[in-house]
């Protein structure tokens, strides 16, 4: 990973449509022939398996990985606001389980449900806005899909 952010260098996921939006410029598709087109956006939908999550709710340090803690696989920014997980759906691929956000993001305090370790005091105080989900390596991501989001539309996309 060649980025950096505010949890440090990785590649940054996160379970919200609206925060990795704030990462996206449209552009211009051109038909043949025509030299003006359609305002569009490029999205990932990214399957990422997390293993064991490293959970900070702060900047600054120790908050400037390069990789994950020892005894971690990924490193999380639990966000004040997040799809509620008891609402997550749950697919196979592969033959693995995995979890899709299905809510719109709310307060955490307002969850039936909690991820582990996070207390709802903590996630109110947590100087992230959304959840930030890092990996450090290249094959702990796939992309599952690629979406065109027509941005000409008067919303956020």
Same mark, same amino acid.
């Given at each position: 990973p060649h980025s950096g952010g505010r949890v440090g260098k990785g590649i940054y996921l996160a379970d919200c449509q609206e925060k990795s939006a704030g990462?996206?410029?449209a552009s211009r598709l051109k038909s043949s022939g025509s030299s003006s087109g359609a305002s569009c956006t490029v999205m990932f939908l990214v399957e990422a398996p997390l !293993?064991?999550?490293h959970t900070v709710t702060q900047d600054g340090p120790p908050s400037g990985f390069t990789q994950p803690p020892q005894g971690a696989d990924s490193v999380v920014a639990r966000g004040c606001i997040a799809?509620?997980?008891a609402q997550d759906a749950e697919l196979v691929l592969d033959g693995h389980a995995v979890k899709v956000p299905q809510a719109a993001p709310t307060p955490l305090g307002q969850h039936k449900r909690l991820?582990? !370790?996070v207390t709802a005091s903590a996630a109110a105080a947590s100087s992230f806005g959304h959840n930030e989900f890092l990996v450090y390596r290249?094959?702990?991501h796939r992309i599952r899909y690629?979406?065109?989001l027509d941005s000409d539309q008067d919303s956020d996309y």
């Open positions: 990462y996206c410029q !293993g064991v999550e799809p509620d997980l991820p582990g !370790g290249e094959d702990q690629v979406l065109l």
